[in-house]
């Protein structure tokens, strides 16, 4: 049963306990996630870095709820969601959480203004509260006079900002940023950067996983990843890896 709402009262938001993943490469066995523990606080703002193959794109998709955990649990606002079938996933992440991707996944045949929507449609909202939203999102966006274009008519930074309006339909508390800036140059890459910023100060749960170091000194929490282990946590939170070691402990 999922709960109606995810609450910013808890002391964390998400939380990996004891998190592995196996996959099954011909006859090797390949361990993505080899047994990891954090807790992630609402309103916080985290990188996860790390090498390829280290594992930071297998937790970013445990944690999205896109791939399931091997062994393990997986808590989201306190619910252990790592036995919930394919369609309670699937509600969970429509109704829940914000994905911003690499390649932006935008659909060209359809406006900035219908892939704004393509959420609030999936959620059974009528039409007219559905275009409301989206050109509320696409003016905060800065894309107000853009609402009519198609993905092909704006430039990489803008068709980004497109999308980071669509992961905000649906007024998630946890946005998840696999490779934001990837495909942007360095100036529009801070500005993307610079508006996942205002959104953490407007308290919302920000989880990136980026390789690039001025990428992730946004984040107040670094996150190295290193053969399917945590390698090391910087943060302002706290002041050294263990002091985020005995959090988990005490909670």
């Known amino acids: 049963m999922i709960r109606e709402r995810l609450s910013n009262d808890r002391q964390e938001i998400v939380k990996l306990v004891d998190a592995r993943k196996t996959y099954q490469m011909g006859t090797e066995q390949v361990r993505a996630l080899a047994g990891v523990n954090v807790a992630f606080e609402p309103g916080s703002f985290w990188a996860i870095m790390?090498?390829?193959?280290?594992?930071?794109?297998?937790m970013m998709n445990v944690l999205g709820c896109l791939d399931r955990l091997t062994a393990g649990s997986y808590y989201l606002d306190g619910q252990d969601v790592s036995q919930l079938d394919d369609d309670s996933l699937s509600e969970l992440r429509?109704?829940?959480l914000g994905f911003i991707?690499?390649?932006?996944?935008?659909?060209?045949?359809?406006?900035?203004?219908?892939?704004?929507e393509l959420p609030l449609y999936y959620l059974g909202w009528d039409a007219i509260r559905s275009a409301e939203r989206a050109k509320q999102l696409g003016e905060e966006v800065g894309l107000g006079d853009r609402l009519n274009h198609r993905p092909t008519e704006l430039s990489g930074g803008q068709m980004q900002r497109v999308?980071?309006?669509?992961?905000?339909?649906?007024?998630?508390q946890i946005i998840f940023a696999d490779e934001p800036t990837g495909n942007l140059d360095s100036v529009t890459g801070l500005q993307i950067m610079e508006l996942l910023k205002k959104l953490n100060q407007?308290?919302?749960?920000?989880?990136?996983?980026t390789?690039?170091?001025?990428?992730?000194?946004?984040?107040?929490?670094?996150?190295?990843?290193m053969d399917g282990v945590i390698d090391r946590i910087e943060t302002e939170a706290y002041e050294t890896d263990q002091d985020h070691q005995e959090y988990l402990a005490r909670h």
């Open 101 to 116: 991707f690499q390649s932006f996944n935008l659909i060209p045949q359809l406006s900035v203004q219908r892939n704004i």
């Open 163 to 172: 999308a980071v309006a669509r992961a905000l339909a649906n007024d998630p």
């Open 50 to 58: 790390g090498p390829s193959g280290s594992g930071k794109s297998t």
């Open 202 to 209: 407007q308290g919302k749960t920000i989880i990136m996983v």
């Open 211 to 225: 390789h690039e170091s001025d990428i992730a000194a946004y984040a107040e929490s670094r996150l190295h990843m």
């Open 94 to 96: 429509l109704k829940y």
